[in-house]
């Protein structure tokens, strides 16, 4: 199968590394339908995979101050992309994000992928924006992740995050393992599956469980200090309030697709972490 990946970034790369001769990662700047167009005319790709966003830096409060910039990538920009698949009636499968999730479902249990979302950031209503349009197009599937954690080190990588942390706020969230959402949207891709994805490993973790893995694996002299979620505004570590959130995917299933528990697959990724 011939995947046409649109960004360059952290995990389109990382989708790219492991796909190999299938794939066409694409550095180039789209802005316009005819951007779009004229790259699936060059690559005549089976299916697309959107990786392309803004995500802010050092973090996403950035976005709060740079709205425009923020819904030009994560709103405009995947509309914009999908607007050519559908002209070309090429599957596409984009990347959307859990954190338009905060705190509990209204029906108490895990958010899934037919709950609404409740979005308060600038990035996540941005992103969330994107979800409303495109999960209405044939021909298009969402896959939301969380927190990614992966056994490679980087910037945007969760262990990396926590690590350099020297405050860190013991909450619960679902996560997603990096080594199993790329096997993740190949099936997707080759699937063509359409709908809304929820791309977590099942079940939930706490912050100071991951830590306590780090400590064993990786570095037993690790040290940081805990604080609770209001001292994190409080003392200006973020401008808002972060999304923890826990969720499932009740539509995987439908297309026979499985992740590992987060116990079982976070263990194996520290590990390999360390090597």
Same mark, same amino acid.
């Given at each position: 199968?011939?995947?046409?990946?649109?960004?360059?970034?952290?995990?389109?790369?990382?989708?790219?590394? &492991?796909?190999?001769?299938?794939? *066409?990662?694409?550095?180039?700047?789209?802005?316009?339908?005819? =951007? %779009? @167009?004229?790259?699936?005319?060059?690559?005549?790709?089976?299916?697309?995979?959107?990786?392309?966003?803004?995500?802010?830096?050092?973090?996403?409060?950035?976005?709060?101050?740079?709205?425009?910039?923020?819904?030009?990538?994560?709103?405009?920009?995947?509309?914009?992309?999908?607007?050519a698949c559908q002209n070309k009636n090429v599957y596409l499968l984009h990347m959307g994000t859990g954190c338009i999730f905060y705190g509990s479902s209204p029906h108490g249990g895990?958010?899934?992928?037919?709950?609404?979302?409740?979005?308060?950031?600038?990035?996540?209503?941005?992103?969330?924006?994107?979800?409303?349009?495109?999960?209405?197009?044939?021909?298009?599937?969402?896959?939301?992740?969380?927190?990614?954690?992966?056994?490679? &080190?980087?910037?945007?990588?969760? *262990?990396?995050?926590?690590?350099?942390?020297?405050?860190?706020? =013991? %909450? @619960?969230?679902?996560?997603?393992?990096?080594?199993?959402?790329?096997?993740?949207?190949?099936?997707?891709?080759?699937?063509?599956?359409?709908?809304?994805?929820?791309?977590?490993?099942?079940?939930?973790?706490?912050?100071?469980?991951?830590?306590?893995?780090?400590?064993?694996?990786?570095?037993?002299?690790?040290?940081?200090?805990?604080?609770?979620?209001?001292?994190?505004?409080?003392?200006?570590?973020?401008?808002?309030?972060?999304?923890?959130?826990?969720?499932?995917?009740?539509?995987?299933?439908?297309?026979?697709?499985?992740?590992?528990?987060?116990?079982?697959?976070?263990?194996?990724?520290?590990?390999?972490?360390?090597?």
């Amino acid at each position: 199968m011939k995947i046409l990946i649109i960004g360059k970034g952290y995990l389109g790369t990382r989708c790219a590394e &492991s796909w190999g001769d299938e794939v *066409i990662l694409s550095d180039k700047i789209v802005k316009t339908v005819e =951007d %779009v @167009e004229a790259l699936l005319a060059e690559h005549q790709p089976e299916a697309v995979l959107n990786a392309a966003g803004i995500v802010g830096k050092p973090n996403v409060d950035w976005c709060e101050t740079h709205q425009l910039e923020t819904i030009e990538g994560n709103t405009i920009l995947p509309i914009t992309i999908a607007q050519a698949c559908q002209n070309k009636n090429v599957y596409l499968l984009h990347m959307g994000t859990g954190c338009i999730f905060y705190g509990s479902s209204p029906h108490g249990g895990p958010w899934t992928e037919d709950d609404y979302g409740n979005p308060v950031a600038v990035y996540t209503r941005a992103k969330y924006a994107a979800d409303l349009i495109l999960a209405t197009l044939p021909n298009v599937g969402i896959a939301r992740i969380r927190m990614p954690i992966d056994y490679k &080190s980087h910037p945007a990588n969760l *262990i990396d995050k926590l690590a350099r942390y020297p405050k860190i706020v =013991d %909450v @619960e969230n679902s996560v997603t393992i990096v080594e199993d959402m790329i096997a993740v949207f190949h099936q997707l891709l080759e699937k063509k599956a359409t709908g809304i994805f929820h791309v977590t490993n099942p079940g939930s973790i706490k912050h100071q469980e991951i830590i306590e893995l780090y400590e064993k694996y990786v570095d037993a002299s690790h040290h940081n200090e805990w604080i609770s979620e209001e001292d994190l505004v409080k003392i200006g570590l973020a401008d808002k309030k972060r999304s923890n959130n826990i969720m499932t995917s009740k539509n995987l299933a439908k297309y026979g697709i499985t992740m590992r528990p987060i116990l079982e697959a976070l263990e194996d990724t520290m590990k390999k972490y360390k090597k």
